[in-house]
């Protein structure tokens, strides 16, 4: 079996941590290195895209970008279809996750005169919106999970999202900013009701 190295940052629902749940879910051993963000630093003009995740395989090949990481991962883990058609269920629904992580970008940036106006802009609209959209899509859905009723790569790499939300790492965000989205709260139930992602959530890892 190849070796795997999955670079990541030591961050609660961040890009890596829906790679790290296929790879147990998987059962498939692989090196957690979580990094500082000083020890980027100190690599990032030497990666791919200047950016983690990576994913370094068998100390030679490297891919980058988050998503084609958990394509790879899930292929591995059977989170992935093989079907064309439920493929495209799940890619339109790793893409929705997209907009989620993008809609908190504008509360990272340094301070500026209109930081405060921008984040309750954020705050106020562009959340809730993305939250909405998730609500509807799943609402529309009528499956268990995010694109039909097994759990996929998708499932993972929303439920590291919305444990983002959660996670009170952004504070100007409400901790129980998902409990007014039933379609939401549904899947984030189905999602930790697998044995296999309960088995990881108890291991105590960062989620």
Not at 2 to 9: A, E, M, R
Not at 13 to 36: N, V
Not at 45 to 67: A, F, N, R
């Amino acid at each position: 079996m190849p070796s795997y190295k999955l670079t990541y940052f030591d961050m609660k629902g961040g890009r890596g941590d829906s790679i790290r749940m296929a790879f147990h879910y998987a059962g498939i051993p692989f090196e957690d290195e979580r990094l500082t963000r000083e020890e980027f630093g100190a690599i990032k003009d030497s990666l791919p895209s200047g950016q983690l995740p990576i994913l370094s395989i068998d100390d030679k090949k490297v891919i980058s970008q988050e998503v084609a990481i958990l394509r790879y991962v899930g292929r591995l883990a059977g989170l992935y279809p093989d079907d064309r058609e439920e493929a495209i269920s799940v890619d339109i629904a790793l893409c929705i996750v997209d907009d989620l992580y993008a809609a908190v970008l504008a509360c990272w940036t340094p301070e500026h005169p209109g930081k405060e106006i921008v984040t309750k802009m954020v705050i106020e609209e562009r959340i809730p919106k993305m939250l909405r959209h998730l609500d509807k899509y799943l609402d529309q859905k009528q499956t268990t999970f995010s694109a039909g009723n097994k759990l996929t790569v998708a499932d993972l790499r929303i439920y590291s999202a919305l444990t983002f939300y959660e996670s009170g790492i952004l504070q100007v965000l409400p901790t129980d900013i998902l409990d007014k989205y039933p379609h939401i709260v549904k899947l984030h139930q189905a999602i930790e009701g697998d044995e296999k992602i309960s088995s990881w959530i108890k291991m105590g890892q960062e989620l």
